[in-house]
């Protein structure tokens, strides 16, 4: 089992910048997907980021805004997040895939931490 705990989230304005963390216990992970999906409210999971070992997939809505990145371990995930927008709002999860592939698709990640919020005001 693998056990996810996210941390950073917070209140910012449009246009700051905010950083999450997630650390995975349990077992290494640094051979598996670690990713980052958000859920808006009344919407339904999206995938923002995702990365194993040199492979890194990101949604569109967030290229060239959001960087994941990982600890030499492979056991924590980082998800850097700058120029946020009022749409970035949701809650934030870190989740573990434990496939050899970076999948966009949420449904694909096995295990899932409890969130964190990220709320960005206009």
């Known amino acids: 089992q693998v056990q996810l705990v996210e941390s950073g989230g917070g209140l910012v304005q449009a246009g700051d910048s905010l950083r999450l963390s997630c650390a995975a216990s349990?077992?290494?992970?640094?051979?598996?997907?670690m990713g980052w999906v958000r859920q808006a409210p009344g919407k339904e999971r999206e995938f923002v980021a995702g990365?194993?070992?040199?492979?890194?997939r990101y949604a569109d809505s967030v290229k060239g805004r959001f960087t994941i990145s990982r600890d030499n371990a492979g056991n924590m995930a980082y998800l850097q997040m700058v120029s946020l927008k009022p749409e970035d709002t949701a809650v934030y999860y870190c989740?573990?895939?434990?496939?050899?592939?970076?999948?966009?698709?949420?449904?694909?990640?096995?295990?899932w931490g409890q969130g964190t919020q990220v709320t960005v005001s206009s």
């Open positions: 990365n194993r070992l040199s492979a890194t």
């Open positions: 349990g077992r290494t992970v640094v051979n598996y997907v």
């Open positions: 989740a573990v895939d434990a496939s050899v592939a970076v999948s966009t698709d949420y449904r694909r990640y096995d295990y």
